[in-house]
């Protein structure tokens, strides 16, 4: 019973040393910076698409 302890903890050390094939220095990454504010305001005006285009469109009649 022992050397089946011993044999399971040893392959257990062995596979927490293997780990998971990542080399080099553990690191957290750096965050990504944050995007620069937009230097001009939104346009003001008709918006795209048009929320209505029935009430865009001259849908009337022409009078005559």
């Given at each position: ?39 001009e ?24």
């Amino acid at each position: 019973m022992i050397s089946i302890l011993n044999r399971a903890f040893g392959i257990a050390l062995l596979i927490a040393l293997v780990g998971c094939g990542v080399r080099g220095p553990l690191y957290m990454p750096n965050p990504p910076s944050a995007p620069p504010a937009p230097t001009e305001l939104e346009p003001k005006g008709r918006l795209y698409p048009p929320q209505n285009p029935a009430s865009t469109s001259n849908s009337s009649p022409a009078k005559q």
